[in-house]
């Protein structure tokens, strides 16, 4: 906790009177949708898919539409009593823990494990103290994080803004004003590659623009051309490249081992792709001729 006298507009005595004041209130609030969740569960239990009540000699009510009149009749959305009845049938009384809001019960209800993983709540990172906040339950299950910490919910979090090409573009173009970020983009093949490409197909709209009869052929057209011909090369040499060292790193290490039948036929099926691969490769050098043949494009898909 900071050590300020203040914290927003009041003192830091009164804001720990709010927090001690509303923290009984959430305690309320946890109680209140747990007891309408097992109202509802005991109007409507939980059946498995497919399974229906007793009969009772009366045409019963669907669940859905037992549960829409109760909302009605206490005042409260129908979609909050599915969610309490749900949370609720998850968490049986003895298993609630004071203290933890009903909304973190509700995000952890996903876990198998959950009535032991709710005893040990992480440490909260501004304090160090264990304790529970809806961040922390959403990290257990894997769910995106209201409040990003780490450099990897941090990333997650631009990806979830950028969805809109618009934006990804004038995110990225934004960060890689910034040299050190340049660097490290241009330390990634694929998205060296595609910036490369990307490039050389701009100069080729622009080269195309407004075509006039007659007009003598952009003097950077040649330029371009080749710089294509060229990072295409660069690619497929660093391909190469990469497989012989990978290969020259990982088979040393197999020295004394003994592989089963079944690891030998995966590694004979591998192979066979690999030269069949390095036979289209140099098929295509030679002459120019980039189609395969049916078989070959089977055996590269793993058929």
């Not at 490249?241 to 591998?270: C, W, Y």
Request: hydrophobic share 35%.
């Amino acid at each position: 906790m900071p050590t300020s006298t203040k914290v927003g507009s009041v003192s830091r005595a009164r804001y720990e009177e709010i927090i001690a004041e509303d923290r009984k209130l959430v305690e309320v609030d946890t109680k209140i949708q747990f007891r309408i969740g097992d109202h509802a569960l005991e109007i409507e239990p939980m059946r498995p898919h497919g399974g229906s009540s007793p009969a009772t000699g009366e045409e019963l009510l669907g669940v859905q539409e037992t549960l829409e009149l109760y909302a009605e009749d206490i005042g409260v959305p129908y979609n909050q009593v599915r969610l309490n009845r749900q949370t609720a049938s998850k968490w049986p009384a003895e298993y609630r823990i004071a203290g933890v809001s009903f909304e973190i019960h509700r995000i952890l209800e996903k876990l198998d494990d959950r009535f032991d993983r709710i005893q040990n709540p992480p440490q909260h990172p501004r304090d160090g103290v264990p304790r529970w906040t809806q961040d922390a339950a959403k990290r257990q299950v894997g769910w995106r994080v209201d409040n990003p910490q780490t450099p990897q919910e941090k990333v997650e979090a631009i990806h979830d803004l950028a969805v809109d090409d618009q934006v990804a573009a004038r995110v990225a173009t934004d960060c890689l004003r910034h040299p050190s970020v340049a660097f490290q983009a241009a330390g990634d093949d694929t998205a060296r590659h595609l910036f490369n490409k990307a490039q050389t197909d701009r100069w080729h709209q622009a080269d195309e623009a407004e075509p006039v009869p007659e007009r003598p052929e952009n003097r950077v057209a040649p330029l371009v051309r080749q710089l294509d011909r060229t990072i295409d090369f660069l690619d497929l040499i660093g391909a190469c490249h990469k497989f012989v060292a990978a290969t020259g790193r990982l088979v040393p290490q197999m020295r004394g081992r003994r592989l089963s039948e079944d690891e030998r036929e995966v590694i004979h099926r591998n192979v066979d792709r690999v030269r069949a691969t390095c036979e289209w490769i140099v098929t295509a050098v030679d002459s120019g001729h980039l189609d395969m043949d049916e078989e070959l494009a089977k055996l590269l898909r793993g058929e």
